[in-house]
């Protein structure tokens, strides 16, 4: 019993939070330009700075994990692989690249810097699985999103991979990432003026992060794509966590390095996916079927994971 309030006290708290976004909105306190404007403050702002304050004041040396970000990134990619090639029966009939970027695609900044926050009462090390699996997020979600709509043979657009990659470089969590790194690196002392500062902007990435996008979630049709929605739902929400969370476990990885990972294989499709097919040319309603279902489930299906963790002990 124990075990399973520690996996709910973990758990339902973030849920609640996207359940207040959600009511704010239907009471009219939030609307779609608040929501939009909510989304890119976090983006923009408030998560890079959590994530800057975070690096910037530890001990990067001993923090860096390089076996621990190699198997994010090669998880992440090896995900991307299996999206694709299950995708392959439907290709006829769906948008693969909405498939394959709804299948692997997890909000890992947001609700992973939720959870170990709430275990363990910081972020601990959740900045190392955001840089192994970020960038390489980014970078297929557009490779993925302009080869493979629906019906469509044409190859990638040069002039696209070239604006992807500067989108990358440019993408604000990565900004924050590198920037603390070389903060933590050089031992550049914070002014505690600066330091509080920065410190009160981070902590509202995580409220308004989860309020945000509970607000963008919306109902819609589905039926014509119901089938594709189910196996991308079962996908992130269990088969990758079922292949790669013992992998983890033998590489020796636990505590907020395994929650990281578990958020990472297995929290509910970003809604930003949804706001990044529709920007690419595809209609966007398996992306919004797939994170309606796993925002729905995984308040369930991440409380079973960290239970199971937790009865091993090793979290």
């Not at 923090?63 to 990134?73: E, G, I, R, S």
């Not at 039926?223 to 079922?242: A, D, E, Q, R, Y």
């Amino acid at each position: 019993m124990s075990n399973l309030l520690f996996s709910l006290n973990a758990t339902i708290p973030i849920f609640l939070l996207m359940l207040a976004g959600m009511i704010f909105r239907k009471i009219g306190l939030f609307d779609e330009n608040f929501i939009t404007k909510m989304n890119k403050f976090v983006f923009v702002a408030a998560l890079p700075a959590l994530l800057f304050i975070d690096i910037s004041t530890a001990d990067f040396y001993n923090a860096w994990d390089t076996k621990y970000v190699l198997f994010c990134f090669s998880a992440t990619f090896i995900s991307v692989l299996i999206s694709f090639f299950v995708s392959l029966p439907f290709k006829n009939k769906i948008s693969q690249g909405e498939f394959i970027q709804a299948s692997y695609r997890s909000s890992a900044s947001i609700i992973g810097m939720a959870f170990i926050k709430n275990i363990y009462g910081n972020y601990g090390l959740a900045s190392l699985m955001i840089i192994g699996t970020v960038p390489l997020y980014n970078v297929m979600a557009v490779i993925v999103l302009a080869a493979f709509k629906a019906n469509q043979k044409n190859l990638l657009n040069v002039q696209l991979i070239k604006k992807t990659v500067i989108n990358v470089l440019l993408n604000p969590i990565i900004l924050g990432i590198v920037f603390g790194i070389i903060w933590s690196l050089l031992k550049i002392p914070i002014p505690i003026i600066v330091h509080k500062t920065i410190s009160s902007i981070a902590a509202l990435a995580t409220p308004l992060g989860l309020m945000a996008m509970g607000g963008a979630f919306k109902f819609q049709s589905v039926h014509n794509n119901i089938k594709p929605i189910i196996i991308c739902s079962i996908m992130k929400l269990f088969v990758f966590c079922i292949l790669f969370l013992p992998v983890a476990v033998y590489l020796g990885f636990t505590q907020s390095k395994l929650i990281a990972a578990l958020v990472m294989l297995g929290s509910a499709t970003t809604v930003s996916s949804y706001i990044m097919a529709r920007n690419m040319g595809h209609d966007g309603i398996l992306t919004a079927g797939t994170v309606m279902f796993t925002t729905i489930f995984s308040a369930f299906s991440l409380t079973f994971w960290l239970f199971i963790l937790k009865m091993f002990s090793l979290v």
